[in-house]
């Protein structure tokens, strides 16, 4: 099970990004996908998750209706549009991968087995 993160950047307050989780060993829509997300000196936060099941999707107070969560099964791949980005957004980005489980927290990140690299979001003027 591998995830590749990707498309972070530097972008100013207000900007948009588009995050990419490419997966590779395994199947994409057997899964529940998050995104977390880490500043410095801060711990790591659930951004974002779409569910294996019924395509269910979960945000973050601090982000709802701003970002947008979506997969395309036949490219494996999920991707986190982020609009009207903020300095506060600033942070490395997560994708991350569990089988949905009993008690599953989708903002978790210890109910989330498989993790790709992160990718830096930089929001600035």
């Known amino acids: 099970v591998q995830l590749q993160a990707s498309g972070g950047g530097l972008v100013q307050p207000g900007g948009s990004l588009r995050l990419s989780c490419a997966a590779s060993?395994?199947?994409?829509?057997?899964?529940?996908i998050g995104w977390f997300r880490q500043a410095p000196g801060k711990e790591r936060e659930g951004v974002s998750c779409i569910s294996s099941s019924d395509g269910s999707t979960y945000y973050a107070d601090s982000v709802k209706g701003r970002f947008t969560i979506s997969r395309d099964n036949a490219k494996n791949t999920v991707y986190l549009q982020m609009n009207r980005l903020k300095p506060e957004d600033t942070a490395v980005y997560y994708c991350?991968?569990?089988?949905?489980?009993?008690?599953?927290?989708?903002?978790?990140?210890?109910?989330?087995?498989?993790w790709g690299q992160g990718t830096l979001v930089t929001v600035s003027s």
């Open positions: 991350a991968a569990t089988i949905p489980h009993e008690g599953f927290g989708w903002d978790q990140p210890y109910d989330f087995g498989s």
């Open positions: 060993g395994f199947t994409l829509d057997d899964y529940a």
